[in-house]
C-alpha cells in the first residue's frame, strides 16, 4: 500500500513539473551610456589592495550589446489564482558579501524567512546599513574579525538600498518575496525564471535608476520570452 501511494505521489510531482512554464528574456538599453566612473577607495587603503583593478559605479552594467545586468525581474502578480500553493522556506541560504569594498552581488533576491548570509572578506571595518521601509531596518558593524553574519526579513518589500557607513560607495539593493519566481539579469542583461504553473501573470523588470516596466503574460507547458528596453530617464525640467 506504501508503495502504490509513494508511486502515486512520484506520477503527481512528475505531471506538476511537466506542466510547468518558464519565463526568460533579455533587458536591454537603448541610448548613448554614460561612462561609469572609477570608485574613489583611496580612504582605505585596505580597498585598494584588495582590488588588482579599480572597481566603477555599478548603477548602469552594459555589455556590448547594451545588454543591461542587475535588472532584477520577477512575478508581480497572479492573474490566475494563487501564485504558490504552499508557503514555504527555501533552505538554501542567500549571501551577499562585502569584497574588494563592493556588494557582490549588486542586487539580490531573497524570500521571507530565508536565511541572508553577509559575508566580509576584506579584513577591514564595515558595517552593513539596510533601509527597507516595511521590514525592520538595521545598521551592524562587522569588524574585520567578523566573517559572517546572518539575517532573515519577516514581510514583502520592494528593493531598498543597503550601505556601508564606513565607506559612502558602497552600496547593493535588495528585494523580499514570498514566492521564489524571480530572478536577476546576468553579465549579458539575460534572466530566466522558472516552474510557473500555467496562467496568465504580470512580470516586472526594476533597475536602480532606470526604474520599472511591467508586462502581462501567459504561461503554459513551454517557454515563455518576455524582453524589455530601458532608456535613459528625462531630466526633470
Request: charged share 25%; net charge neutral.
Amino acid at each position: 500500500m506504501k508503495i502504490k501511494l509513494i508511486g502515486m505521489l512520484i506520477v503527481f510531482v512528475l505531471i506538476e513539473i511537466s506542466f510547468a512554464g518558464d519565463v526568460q528574456g533579455k533587458i536591454t538599453f537603448d541610448g548613448n551610456a554614460p561612462k561609469m566612473k572609477p570608485l574613489r577607495m583611496d580612504a582605505d587603503p585596505v580597498c585598494v589592495a584588495n582590488n588588482e583593478i579599480q572597481p566603477r559605479k555599478e548603477w548602469l552594467v552594459l555589455d556590448e550589446n547594451n545588454g543591461v545586468k542587475n535588472v532584477l525581474v520577477f512575478v508581480k502578480e497572479s492573474k490566475s489564482g494563487t501564485l504558490v500553493d504552499i508557503d514555504y522556506v527555501p533552505k538554501d541560504k542567500a549571501v551577499i558579501d562585502q569584497k574588494g569594498c563592493v556588494y557582490v552581488p549588486h542586487v539580490l533576491g531573497v524570500m521571507v524567512g530565508q536565511q541572508l548570509d553577509i559575508l566580509n572578506s576584506d579584513g577591514t571595518l564595515h558595517n552593513i546599513h539596510a533601509l527597507p521601509k516595511v521590514n525592520k531596518e538595521f545598521n551592524k558593524a562587522m569588524p574585520r574579525s567578523k566573517k559572517q553574519m546572518s539575517v532573515t526579513f519577516d514581510k514583502v518589500e520592494a528593493p531598498f538600498k543597503v550601505k556601508c557607513d564606513v565607506h559612502p560607495w558602497m552600496g547593493a539593493y535588495l528585494g523580499v518575496f514570498d514566492h521564489p519566481y524571480f530572478a536577476v539579469t546576468d553579465d549579458s542583461g539575460s534572466y530566466s525564471i522558472s516552474g510557473l504553473a500555467p496562467g496568465k501573470y504580470v512580470i516586472e523588470a526594476w533597475h536602480e535608476k532606470l526604474g520599472s516596466q511591467s508586462a502581462d503574460i501567459t504561461v503554459d507547458d513551454s517557454s515563455v520570452s518576455q524582453d524589455f528596453t530601458f532608456k535613459k530617464p528625462s531630466k526633470k525640467k
